[in-house]
């Protein structure tokens, strides 16, 4: 049996398809990435609310911004550390695909 090559339907490579919902990552980011939105906007309005135009003294804000720093840090440690291990999977499924192929080979 021969195998069909696969037909693309004049598909551009425009921004448009960042926002495809078939195979798109974009959907599942959005079920996290809304609800956060909208909490940080609801609670910036309450900061808002709550000090007027009162500016935050210095040190509040220096609590702040070391408090993104940490999360980024650990975030960014976390991101490193799934994608190390999926690259360590990844070659060992290789590998035992190589020692597989060489069995076969071999028999």
Known sequence: SQCAMIEYSGFS????FLFKLRGSVFPKALNWALPCTIANIGLSFLYQHIYGD???SHES????VSLF????????????????????????????LRTARGE???A
């Open 69 to 96: 720093a940490a999360i980024t840090s650990v975030l960014g440690f976390l991101i490193v550390f799934r994608t190390q291990t999926a690259y360590g999977r990844y070659w060992e499924g290789v590998t035992l």
């Open 13 to 16: 490579w425009q921004v448009g």
């Open 104 to 106: 076969w080979f071999n």
């Open 61 to 64: 804000l220096s609590t702040l």
């Open 54 to 56: 009162e500016a935050p």
